[in-house]
């Protein structure tokens, strides 16, 4: 059983920050590519940010700039740091993550739970 769980979200301010964070936890040899998307009301679900097991990192370019996503490999958490928010980035944030099952050693997918972030203008 693989657990994904978030915390972070909330009501912030437009021009404040926030910072997400997402534990995986289960029967897992490790973790490949770590991600959070985001679904607005309305809306398809759109890739926030993902970073690889080796630090490489990829950006929605709507938050280049505002945006960082880093993990911490030991915790198997990654993090979305998010400065300079707007009201657009109003949506439900979800953490993904593709895990190496212990074992098996399959490739799986997983996803949080997802938690809200609303930014007032």
């Known amino acids: 059983q693989v657990q994904l769980v978030e915390s972070g979200g909330g009501l912030v301010q437009a021009g404040g920050s926030l910072r997400l964070s997402c534990v995986v936890s289960?029967?897992?040899?490790?973790?490949?590519?770590m991600g959070w998307y985001r679904q607005a009301p309305g809306r398809q679900r759109e890739l926030v940010a993902d970073?690889?097991?080796?630090?490489?990192?990829n950006y929605l370019d709507s938050v280049k700039g505002r945006f960082t996503i880093s993990r911490d490999n030991a915790k198997n958490t990654v993090y979305l740091q998010m400065n300079s928010l707007k009201p657009e980035d109003t949506a439900v944030y979800y953490c993904?993550?593709?895990?190496?099952?212990?074992?098996?050693?399959?490739?799986?997918?997983?996803w949080g739970q997802g938690t809200q972030v609303t930014v007032s203008s």
């Open positions: 993904n993550a593709v895990v190496l099952m212990r074992g098996t050693l399959d490739l799986r997918s997983y």
């Open positions: 289960g029967t897992i040899f490790g973790v490949n590519v």
């Open positions: 970073i690889t097991s080796t630090g490489t990192t």
